[in-house]
């Protein structure tokens, strides 16, 4: 596991001259959808040393607070912060926050109107109420539709990110944002806006009535596959232990290399 670790002294709201205080933050990943993490400790440094010089905090909130700030930051999955306070009496008080977020990889499609606007809109979403953060962005595609052939070709786009919901929760997130852009549940495989299905969440396998994790129709289809492979390296399928591999890609076109529009803000 990649882990990084800073520390330094601080000022805390309410103490005296004689108490001294530190804060240490910890920051690691154990996903193997990340095989080169991009964890930078001049990233940690940057990024807690800005929350500690313009964000207002109480001791009892800065290690949760720090933690919130820089989840979307630095790409880790493990996190913990501890606010250190102690006088020359030798008595001290500490606080300590920690989180855990699970590695999820998301495959979205659009074939109605405009549909790389729907695929931004969508990801815009996923980002705005922060149970999301958003990595790796894959090039865009267009593929001929499936299932139902009497209807537009699709856009298609994979996305690695991070999450601290859990895999119902998660379902039931990236529903209410399908909803929310219009998409009809009347009938299967008809064009829709938006369509934002899990594929993967950590290594977990998971059968329920309505949730399947991986993606049961991951492996037969270019259209999620191909995006994907832009993406995981040498990452093997949980439920195959094989890596995840496109085929041909029949009829799949690459529009946009990565990069062009999928930009982190």
Known sequence: MDEITYSRAISVPGADEEQAARISVKTGTDSSFFPSSGLSSEKLVQWTDRFLDTIAYSMDDMPGL????LFDK???????AEVFLKSVSGESISRRAVARLHSVALALGSNTEKRENNLVKAVQELKKRKSFFCDLFSSLYESPPAGFLQQPPFYNMALLGRTPLSPRAL???VKEIEEDMGRGWSKRNRPRPIDIDIIYYDEEICEEKDLRIPHRERMKRDFVLLPLTELLGEFRDPETGRRVRAGKGEGIHRLKSRGDIWKKD
């Not at 630095?74 to 913990?80: H, R």
């Open 74 to 80: 630095i790409p880790a999955t493990l996190w913990e």
């Open 171 to 173: 379902l039931s997130y």
């Open 66 to 69: 720090l933690l919130e700030f």
